[in-house]
């Protein structure tokens, strides 16, 4: 690889010229013949899709986009499976110069209305098994629906399969809209509060093909498969958008996630390169055995907090510390443990590492400025000195920002620690850190402990009010299959807390729960938690 500085600036004068064009950047600049997908069904047959594959079929979706009255700009919600289908749509969307409008397959009607009708969609693209959910949105006054396979007493709605082969012989210039022309509209997961709109531009693919080079270290000669949806902004991003930009190969499972699955995929396909959520890794974790002869090279974690114990089995069981990655919906990732040889450091435990090329970022104090080492603060984006960050505000929130008023900083809105070496280690979303007695304490390092325990699946820990302390800590804990929630166990829980993170910090309750509230992408609503929920 070039000087990673070097290499970023390419980045960003690549995706900044103008007149450039998505499908020139993510489809037809890149060799016909090229593998640009492999999609695996349930049954672990698969397919490949070429590039020249892609071409002809997006232009086909582009050019009925056309015709449904979908013009550059215009908002194309998509509520579909990881699939070949998909990613027709995605690059017809971007082809036409539309906005792709994610909506996850496992949202309920209310948080679909929300993303459709804020974003203004003048088509919604979905799936068969998915069309129940768009009663009462679709038609009439509301979004065209067009549909992806058969659907039961379906009428008043397009066939995909119908609109490509209307338009075989389909002739569309790629729109050309430039480095500042908006690819997708993802709304964030509402972890916590209501979720708001993100707009992701053209020149934004620098910062997410960059990603895909220094952290995750993908390689042509791998075999790449990133396990998030493409719903949320981890999948979509780097399963789809990363290969797509720089023209690496990349897995899709059509399928429902178990751990047998993910075990048979990783050993059949010869899987090298593999990023997935914690709770994967944690799935995997109780799962057993673990196939012989698999190929990983590295493996990556983001979404949520890695906690210990799962990079202690996987470098012990399958002979690789997952590495801890921290990014967010608006500016993609930011920080991590890097896995290109250029910029990779040994694995301080407990940390997600340090800042990639071209990204600047601190911990600030509640002044404002820099905190001293090993203080919490509020992690935060040099933005001048970022040359990859892109995000400037959310659409249809004017109140809202994210920004110092000087518009230096970017606030994440997490609390962290930095050591004198500029590691980050995580302590919290801002709104989750438990004042107590003048301690501020991060619920990870607490939770952390907690799932060392072999009775222990998930755990969550937030404050509760009390007049002496302000606040205590309380605990919420799913158990493994056959634990008991007694209070002897809760005791024993309690003490770990005292013996292995601080005496001060062990949570004055612990709630046995049999699930723990989470937004569909898997990230613990803690808020509910404090409020009862």
């Not at 396979?149 to 569309?172: C, K, N, V, W």
């Not at 002869?293 to 202690?312: H, I, K, M, N, Q």
């Not at 056959?482 to 910090?505: F, I």
């Amino acid at each position: 690889m070039t000087d990673p500085r070097t290499r970023v600036d390419e980045l960003v004068r690549y995706y900044a010229r103008p007149g450039s064009s998505a499908a020139d950047l993510l489809c037809d600049g890149h060799p016909a013949e090229a593998v640009a997908f492999t999609v695996i069904e349930a049954d672990l047959s698969s397919r490949d899709l070429t590039y020249g594959e892609l071409r002809t079929e997006s232009t086909k979706f582009a050019a009925a986009l056309d015709e449904l009255g979908v013009g550059p700009g215009d908002a194309v919600a998509v509520l579909m499976g990881k699939s070949a289908e998909l990613v027709v749509a995605l690059l017809g969307i971007w082809r036409r110069g539309a906005v792709h409008v994610p909506l996850f397959t496992a949202f309920a009607p209310p948080a679909i209305e929300l993303r459709v009708s804020a974003s203004g969609a003048k088509v919604v693209v979905a799936d068969a098994d998915q069309c129940d959910k768009l009663d009462g949105l679709v038609g009439g006054a509301g979004p065209r629906l067009v549909v992806v396979g058969e659907r039961a007493g379906g009428a008043g709605h397009d066939d995909f399969h119908e609109l490509l082969a209307r338009h075989s012989d389909a002739e569309l210039t790629p729109a050309a809209l430039g480095p500042d022309g908006v690819l997708i509209e993802l709304f964030t997961s509402g972890t916590t509060g209501a979720p708001k709109a993100v707009q992701v531009p053209v020149h934004s693919l620098a910062a997410i093909q960059g990603y895909l080079e220094f952290g995750l270290d993908v390689r042509a000669e791998d075999v790449y498969w990133n396990a998030a949806d493409p719903g949320w902004a981890y999948g979509l991003y780097y399963a789809v958008l990363g290969p797509l930009a720089a023209g690496r190969r990349s897995l899709l499972l059509h399928a429902p996630f178990t751990p047998a699955t993910t075990w048979t995929v990783l050993e059949q396909f010869g899987v090298s390169n593999f990023a997935a959520a914690p709770t994967v890794y944690r799935s995997l974790q109780a799962t057993d055995p673990v196939p012989a002869g698999l190929a990983l090279r590295c493996l990556s974690s983001a979404g949520e907090p890695l906690t210990p114990d799962v990079v202690a089995w996987s470098q012990a069981v399958l002979g690789i510390g997952v590495r801890d990655h921290y990014g967010q919906t608006e500016q993609g990732m930011m920080i991590g443990n890097a896995w290109a040889d250029e910029v990779r450091d040994p694995v301080r435990p407990g940390s997600m590492g340090r800042p990639f090329p071209g990204w600047s970022a601190t911990v600030l104090a509640d002044d404002a400025t820099p905190a001293p080492a090993g203080t919490v603060g509020q992690v935060a984006v040099d933005v001048p000195n970022s040359p990859l960050a892109t995000f400037r505000g959310y659409a249809h929130a004017a109140g809202t920002s994210r920004f110092s008023q000087d518009g230096r900083w970017y606030l994440t809105g997490d609390t962290a620690a930095r050591d004198e070496d500029g590691y980050f280690h995580f302590s919290a979303r801002d709104d989750d850190v438990i004042i107590m007695a003048g301690y501020r304490i991060g619920p990870f390092e607490v939770e952390s402990v907690l799932l060392t325990h072999e009775n222990v699946a998930e755990a969550a820990v937030v404050g509760r009010p009390d007049e002496l302390r302000g606040e205590v800590l309380e605990a919420h804990v799913v158990l493994t299959p056959g634990a008991e929630g007694t209070p002897e166990l809760e005791r024993e829980l309690q003490q770990l807390v005292k013996d292995r993170y601080a005496r001060h910090a062990y949570p004055r309750t612990v709630h046995f729960t049999g699930a723990l509230p989470k937004t569909p992408s898997g990230k613990i609503q803690r808020f509910l938690l404090r409020q009862g929920g």
